[in-house]
């Protein structure tokens, strides 16, 4: 039996916390990507530690953080990386906008695969670069694919660089390495640079494994920026502490050239949050994954008995269920219709672009009791729809 109680339910509430803030306090927030939970007690007994200090100076460059993303690299994929490859940042966001304005000059052109996380989506037109959106497909069953013929096809003299997105966020994939390989030769072929948003790598379901592109080869690595972080894995976002790994110097310079004036040091309180997680948070994330993997099949048999004109697939990575709600035909779209009808706050499909009309994103990462509250709500309101003869639209549901 686990030592950490993930059942249990904390009020987050008066906590500026943005998850529990947005809404009214009636609304279920099963929203941003932000657990529910307490981070792991070595984290929160280093965090007490500097807190007891009392000093709380400028940081110097957090080499040994370096060396443990190194290390821990190694051990989960076999990828031998130097610490100096290590670039602290404060966040993800500034690394995929930090990654437009090192590779790319204004006008040049960049690929993402859509619908993805809005960020990736923003990031081109911030640094005055031209967005290829690629869309990825899906059968039956929701499972989706990179569209390599459309790829190619359209790709231009002047892209430079591609976004991914792996595990993807929000349809939940972790793409494998024969799809990752192609994706490199394409890129290599091309001579385009990869920023490959990894910060979910952590989170992975039995029976699927998460690889890093640039592990794939020496060119992978050499035209390749990783944007990973401790904050989904461990529940630390407020702490403001990722790293992006460049191996290629070059291509590292020009990251730290990029960032000049524009982007902060980490978090001094986040560098010894993500120390402690990654030397002595292995419990908890073992304990957390499976509690993960429980509420991802219960949402999923939750969906399939209760919610049958919805559909979903499993997802292979990530807390981040995405609902096909297309079949429903709800005016306004499912968003709102869930937030006004059914007082559950989701994330909106539209949001993360072309392919995402008609989609919600859904946070499964808090208790069980909470996770229930939200998905009988949704059905409650489903259930009190006039009735909508086959052909028309439903007037007036949210």
Known sequence: MSAYDFDEVIDRRSTFCEKWSVYSPDVV??????????????VIAALHRRVEF?????PA???????????????????????????PLPGVIPGL??????????GDAVVVFTPVYTPILRAPGTAGLRRIDVALVSGIDLRYEIDFDALEASLTADTRLLFLCNPHNPVGRTFTAGELERLAEICCERDILI??????????????????IAALSPAAAAR?????????????????????????AELRARFQSARAGLVSEVNLLGVEAALAAYESGEEWLSACLSYLQD?????????????????????????LAWLDCRALDLEGGPYRFFLEKARVALSDGEIYGPGGEGFVRLNF??????????????????SNMPHKPSGTRTEDCG
């Open 29 to 42: 927030p099963l929203w941003v990507a932000d657990m529910d939970f307490r981070a792991p007690d070595p």
């Open 365 to 382: 990462a808090c208790p069980r009791s909470i996770l229930t509250e939200g998905l009988q709500r949704m059905v409650v309101a489903l």
């Open 295 to 319: 509420n991802r099949d219960y949402v999923q048999s939750f969906v399939r008995e209760q919610l049958p004109r919805v559909r979903c697939m499993p997802p292979e990575a990530t807390y």
């Open 224 to 248: 390749t920026i990783t944007l990973m972080a401790p904050s989904k894995t461990f529940n630390m976002p407020g702490l403001k502490c990722a790293f992006a790994v460049i191996p290629d």
């Open 61 to 87: 460059y957090p080499h040994r953080l370096c060396e443990a993303v190194a290390a821990r690299l190694q051990l989960l994929y076999g990828w031998a990386v130097a610490p100096e490859a290590c670039v």
């Open 97 to 106: 906008n930090l990654a437009c304005r090192a590779c790319a000059a204004p």
């Open 195 to 212: 920023c490959s948003d990894e910060i979910h790598s952590d989170l992975i379901y039995a029976g699927h494994r998460h690889t890093p």
């Open 54 to 58: 009392g000093v709380f100076g400028y």
